[in-house]
C-alpha cells in the first residue's frame, strides 16, 4: 500500500508539471491583451508599452514560462493585474466558500441519491423506479441557470421562505445547493442503481439466497458494499466537478466564491488570477482521483494494489 502511495506521488508529479504549463500556455492564446485591458483600451502606445514591461510581457515567452514556473511551484502565483492583492489572498478568500457549496451539496446529492438508486434497484421495474428513473431524467436534463432562477421566483420572490442572494451557512445556502445538486444526485442514483443491479445477479448473491439468507441480508451485508466502488468513483469525480463547476449558481446566487472569481479574471484579463485557479482546479482534480483510488482496500477488502483481486 506504502509502496503504490508513493508510486502514485511520483507520477503526479509529470501531471503537475503539464498542468502548470497548460495554464501558462492557455492565457497566452486567449484573445485579448491584459495591458489594454487595463489601459482601459487607450492608444497611448508609451503607456502600453510601460505596462507590459511592467507586466513583463515584453519578454520572451520561454523566458515567462521559466519565471512563472519558478514562482508557482512554491506558491506564489504574484498580484492580480487588477486590484493589486496577492492572488493567494483572493483565491483564500473565496476558495472555503465554494467549498461549503460544495460540500452542503454533495451531502444532500449521496443522502437522496444513493437511497433512491437503492430502492430503484430493489424493486426494479416498480413504481419507485420509475419514479427514480424519471427524477434523474429532470436532474440531467433541467438546465442549471434556469432552475436556479425558477427557485428564486417561487421560494425568494412569491413565497419569501428563503433569499435569493447572499452567502451563509443558514437559510442562504439552501437554494444554491438544490440548485446545484441536480445532476451530481441524477448520477449517483444512476449509478448506484445500475451496480447494484450487477451485484444482485451475481454468483455469490445467488449462492447465499440458495442458503436461505433473507434478500435484505444480502444487500446490506454482501451486495451493496460491493456495488460502491464505481460510485465511491462518481463521487470522487462528481465533487471534483462540483468544486470548479459551480460558477453558474454562483453568479446566480451572488455567492462569491471561485465561480465569480473565475468570471471576474476571465473578464478583465487578470493573468496572475486566471492561472492560479486553474492550476488549483486540475491539482483537485489529481488529488480526487488519487484519494478515491486509495480508498478501494477499505471498501472492498478483497482489493490489494500490486496484487491480483481475490
Known amino acids: 500500500m506504502t509502496r503504490y502511495f508513493l508510486n502514485r506521488l511520483v507520477q503526479l508529479i509529470p501531471t503537475i508539471l503539464g498542468i502548470y504549463t497548460f495554464a501558462f500556455l492557455l492565457m497566452r492564446v486567449l484573445p485579448g491583451d491584459a495591458a489594454n485591458v487595463l489601459a482601459g483600451f487607450r492608444d497611448d502606445q508609451v503607456h502600453l508599452e510601460n505596462l507590459r514591461r511592467t507586466m513583463k510581457l515584453d519578454e520572451p515567452i520561454f523566458n515567462q514560462y521559466v519565471g512563472f514556473l519558478q514562482s508557482a511551484l512554491v506558491g506564489d502565483f504574484g498580484n492580480s493585474y487588477i486590484t493589486g492583492q496577492p492572488v493567494t489572498e483572493m483565491i483564500g478568500d473565496a476558495f472555503p466558500l465554494t467549498v461549503l457549496l460544495a460540500a452542503v451539496t454533495m451531502l444532500l446529492a ?7 438508486g ?16 424519471l427524477l434523474a431524467l429532470l436532474g440531467v436534463s433541467i438546465p442549471v441557470f434556469w432552475l436556479g432562477i425558477q427557485f428564486q ?22 437554494l444554491p445547493a438544490i440548485t446545484a445538486c441536480g ?8 449509478m448506484t442503481r445500475a451496480s447494484l443491479l450487477d451485484e444482485l445477479h451475481q454468483d455469490y448473491a445467488r449462492t447465499a ?14 451486495v451493496l458494499r460491493n456495488a460502491l466502488l464505481p460510485v465511491v468513483t462518481v463521487w470522487g469525480g462528481s465533487l471534483a466537478n462540483l468544486l470548479s463547476g459551480t460558477l453558474l449558481v454562483e453568479i446566480i446566487f451572488s455567492w ?3 465561480g465569480r472569481l473565475l468570471l471576474q479574471a476571465i473578464n478583465t ?4 488570477l486566471l492561472q492560479a485557479i486553474v492550476i488549483i482546479l486540475a ?15 477499505l471498501i472492498d477488502p478483497r482489493i490489494r494494489y500490486g496484487q491480483s483481486t481475490a
Do not use: C
Not at 285 to 297: E, F, K, R, T
Open 269 to 272: 484579463r487578470d493573468y496572475p
Open 183 to 190: 445532476a451530481t444526485l441524477a448520477l449517483l442514483m444512476r
Open 153 to 174: 421566483v417561487l421560494f425568494g420572490l412569491q413565497l419569501k421562505w428563503l433569499p435569493v442572494s447572499g452567502v451563509g451557512f443558514d437559510k442562504h445556502i439552501v
Open 256 to 258: 462569491p466564491g471561485m
Open 110 to 116: 449521496v443522502m437522496i441519491g444513493v437511497p433512491l
Open 209 to 222: 439466497r440458495g442458503k436461505g439468507l433473507r434478500e435484505r441480508s444480502i444487500i446490506w451485508i454482501h
Open 118 to 133: 437503492i430502492v430503484a434497484a430493489v424493486w426494479q421495474d416498480s413504481i419507485w423506479d420509475s419514479v427514480s428513473r
Open 283 to 297: 491539482l483537485l482534480y489529481a488529488g480526487m482521483n488519487l484519494l478515491v483510488d486509495l480508498s478501494y482496500p
